[in-house]
T-cell receptor, first 116, second 117 residues
Framework: AQKITQTQPGMFVQEKEAVTLDCTYDTSDQSYGLFWYKQPSSGEMIFLIYQGSYDEQNATEGRYSLNFQKARKSANLVISASQLGDSAMYFCAMRPQRGSNYKLTFGKGTLLTVNP | EAQVTQNPRYLITVTGKKLTVTCSQNMNHEYMSWYRQDPGLGLRQIYYSMNVEVTDKGDVPEGYKVSRKEKRNFPLILESPSPNQTSLYFC????????????????FGPGTRLLVL
């Protein structure tokens, strides 16, 4: 079974500053993928970034980067130069790399508020 | 534009009145899935499909049905809705590889907010 833990129910950051959202995971799978999604107040789930368990380099997508530390089983999301539009709920998720069901296991989420 | 669409976006209904939430994707994805999101419980998988005519239960399938007659469509059917099915529902899709490994991203639809009275 896979488990995702997000220990920060809420985070505050000043506009233009960087913020790190924590995510730790637990799995018995050798191969897996880690994902971050953003859910604004309007409700949709927006894909941000993913990291494969065998990827040697940390993933980056624009202002988003994933700080992957496999030995510590952590996959923190770093948002650089925060913008007001970044205010949203952020979910860390994982799924096995193999198998027939691409089910995503989600954490409980972190509510990020960007202050002007 | 690549996207997953769901209809309706909002629905208020009464207990026992059959309803269908449609889901369609235009990315030629093999894999599709339904999730529900509830406060305190997070997102949970209801059903999934690996391809046309291939469906299977997720973690919370009770009270739901699905079908996959076409690759692009994956409707969610509530034969007799009950108040405990009040939730935010998401359809998602991704490519699926039959061989090797894949980390294809799952793309989500905009969500359907369902209220069952």
């Amino acid at each position: 079974a896979q488990k995702i833990t997000q220990t920060q129910p809420g985070m505050f950051v000043q506009e233009k500053e960087a913020v790190t959202l924590d995510c730790t995971y637990d799995t018995s799978d050798q191969s897996y993928g880690l994902f971050w999604y953003k859910q604004p107040s309007s409700g949709e789930m927006i894909f941000l970034i993913y990291q494969g368990s065998y990827d040697e380099q940390n993933a980056t997508e624009g202002r988003y980067s994933l700080n992957f530390q496999k030995a510590r089983k952590s996959a923190n999301l770093v948002i650089s130069a925060s913008q007001l539009g970044d205010s949203a709920m952020y979910f860390c998720a994982m799924r096995p790399q193999r198998g027939s069901n691409y089910k995503l296991t989600f954490g409980k989420g972190t509510l990020l508020t960007v202050n002007p | 534009e690549a996207q997953v669409t769901q209809n309706p976006r909002y629905l208020i209904t009464v207990t026992g009145k059959k309803l269908t939430v449609t889901c369609s994707q235009n990315m030629n994805h093999e894999y599709m899935s339904w999730y529900r999101q509830d406060p305190g419980l997070g997102l949970r998988q209801i059903y999934y499909s690996m391809n046309v005519e291939v469906t299977d239960k997720g973690d919370v399938p009770e009270g739901y049905k699905v079908s996959r007659k076409e690759k692009r469509n994956f409707p969610l059917i509530l034969e007799s809705p009950s108040p405990n099915q009040t939730s935010l529902y998401f359809c998602a899709s991704s490519a699926y590889r039959l061989t090797g490994v894949g980390l294809e991203t799952q793309y989500f639809g905009p969500g359907t907010r369902l209220l069952v009275l």
